[in-house]
């Protein structure tokens, strides 16, 4: 309350009481409109757009694309063991960063 006051004051400096309930009223007015579009769009977007995208991706569910029975189809075998590709990432990751340090050491300061 103390802020908004202290607020109110500096712009009266500058404005008269006239001009600046003018101004808020006509920013409270644009805040409302604002307030008022976005709530219809929001409002079309759930009547309309979301039901049709649902539509949509049930249709797609039941097309040919995922009436898969043999599920095999997608089976991937993994050759590589994970504790072998983790520590190969650890080691790559320390050989470059002892790299950067060889190579900020050449350069020298500056």
């Known amino acids: 309350l103390v ?3 202290f607020c109110f004051f500096v712009v009266s400096l500058f404005f008269s009481k006239r001009q600046v309930y003018t101004m808020a009223e006509t920013h409270e007015r644009k805040l409302q409109e604002f307030k008022d579009e ?3 769009e929001a409002e079309r977007l759930l009547r ?3 039901p049709k995208k649902i539509v949509e991706l049930n249709d797609l569910l039941r097309s040919e694309m995922f009436q898969v029975e043999d599920l095999s189809v997608f089976h991937q075998t993994h ?3 994970l504790d072998q590709t983790l520590d190969d990432m650890k080691a790559a990751v320390e050989t470059a960063s002892k790299k950067r340090k060889l190579e900020r ?3 020298g300061p500056g």
Do not use: K, L, V
């Open 79 to 81: 050759t590589a063991p």
């Open 3 to 5: 802020w908004s006051q």
């Open 48 to 50: 309309e757009c979301f």
């Open 105 to 107: 050491e050449c350069d």
């Open 38 to 40: 976005f709530n219809q």
